[in-house]
């Protein structure tokens, strides 16, 4: 009997989706390995789990794959990648190819090839960008053996419908088609600003603000709304993928501190001491969207969440916090109101302070004192 799958593989996997593997060998054990593939050419594998299991009645079986990968991924901070099964006996050799994609939860409407072929690594594909917000998108490019060749390349299709409030009140939809050549293949980010966007709009049309707009990379298409409200609140966060995404939330926030310490009694006089000061922030957010009430619960469950408190600032610079507490409840009634509160603080015991340089505006903007 020859070694062979007993398990139907697929070319692609979530995760949450990975099968236990069976085995079927005329040998007394087989060694089991999960590798992940080198990127650029897929010809050299790199052991991450590797274990030898002894055949019963000529079969082995594989439990708890998904685990092992995601555990791994999660170290690693990867959101998809090749993988491959390498069994081997005492005779024989036995090797399955597939990519794994990211997620803990159970995907529903679609499978983890079209996630990687037609979507950016997201769950909503509707959202709201502001003026000084840069979005990340990101999506998986497969391994291609044709572009192994010399003088083959990937090529990279945007394509941009912008919507744009002309100074008369009048509306236009404008396209922009740009292309371009990439090398490389796996995870891909390109990073949305409105003036990019802005960019994409001639001249010709004057003095305009854009509306909305949207962006296709090849298959993968995502809506974004420009919103100008002064109440929003940005906050990075690791999605149900293992990639950033940017949540901006329309909501109101309250500021609590809250101070311990223990005193002595010296004479008359009380001294504290061992003075902590905790400083949360509770968010109360507008109403939402049903796709993204469900969306904003990565937002509070995400292993990591960072806020956006200084323009112009890596993701990976910005201040980390904790969500604390949160509340909530998601209502799919046609016209029901979603709402999000929670509370956060942040990840240091520090607590931060923002300073910002004076600018030449200082000297002429009109002072508004309050309660005039």
């Not at 997620?103 to 996630?115: R, Y």
């Not at 912008?162 to 050549?181: C, F, H, M």
Request: with cysteine; charged share 15%.
């Amino acid at each position: 009997m020859a070694l062979s799958f007993t398990t139907n593989l697929g070319d692609a996997y979530f995760t949450s989706e990975i099968p236990d593997v069976g085995i079927s060998t005329s040998t007394q054990w087989v060694d089991f390995t999960i590798a992940r593939l080198r990127h650029d050419t897929h010809d050299t594998f790199y052991a991450i789990f590797t274990t030898r299991y002894y055949a019963v009645n000529g079969a082995v079986t594989v439990l708890d794959i998904h685990s092992i990968l995601e555990n791994y991924m999660l170290v690693e901070q990867m959101s998809a990648g090749d993988f491959c099964f390498f069994v081997e006996s005492e005779t024989e050799s036995l090797r399955h190819d597939m990519t794994i994609v990211f997620c803990k939860s159970l995907p529903q409407g679609v499978s983890a090839s079209e996630m990687i072929n037609k979507h950016f690594l997201t769950s909503v594909y509707q959202r709201f960008i502001t003026p000084d917000a840069t979005v990340p998108l990101y999506y998986y490019q497969p391994f291609n053996s044709a572009c192994l060749s010399p003088g083959y390349y990937r090529v990279v299709t945007y394509i941009f419908r912008i919507v744009i409030l002309l100074e008369n009140g009048q509306t236009e939809t404008v396209t922009s088609i740009t292309g371009g050549r990439a090398s490389g293949w796996g995870l891909q980010r390109y990073d949305v600003t409105l003036a990019n966007v802005m960019g994409q709009v001639s001249a010709s049309y004057g003095a305009f603000s854009v509306v909305s707009f949207s962006i296709s990379i090849n298959d993968r298409r995502t809506t974004f709304f420009v919103d100008r409200r002064h109440s929003q609140r940005q906050f990075y966060f690791r999605n149900a993928f293992n990639v950033w995404e940017l949540a901006i939330i329309p909501a109101s926030q309250k500021s609590k501190v809250e101070s311990d310490s223990s005193m002595a009694l010296c004479g008359d006089t009380y001294i504290p001491y061992d003075i902590q000061h905790t400083r949360t922030f509770e968010v109360q957010t507008a109403s939402l969207l049903l796709a993204h009430a469900r969306w904003f619960e990565q937002l509070v469950t995400s292993p990591e969440i960072r806020i956006k408190d200084i323009a112009g600032t890596a993701v990976e610079s910005l201040p980390q916090i904790l969500i604390v507490d949160y509340d909530y409840e998601v209502d799919d009634a046609p016209g029901a109101v979603n709402a999000f509160t929670f509370t956060w603080k942040y990840a240091d015991s520090r607590s931060y302070l923002n300073l910002s340089y004076i600018t030449a505006g200082v000297f002429s903007e009109q002072f508004s004192p309050q309660f005039l």
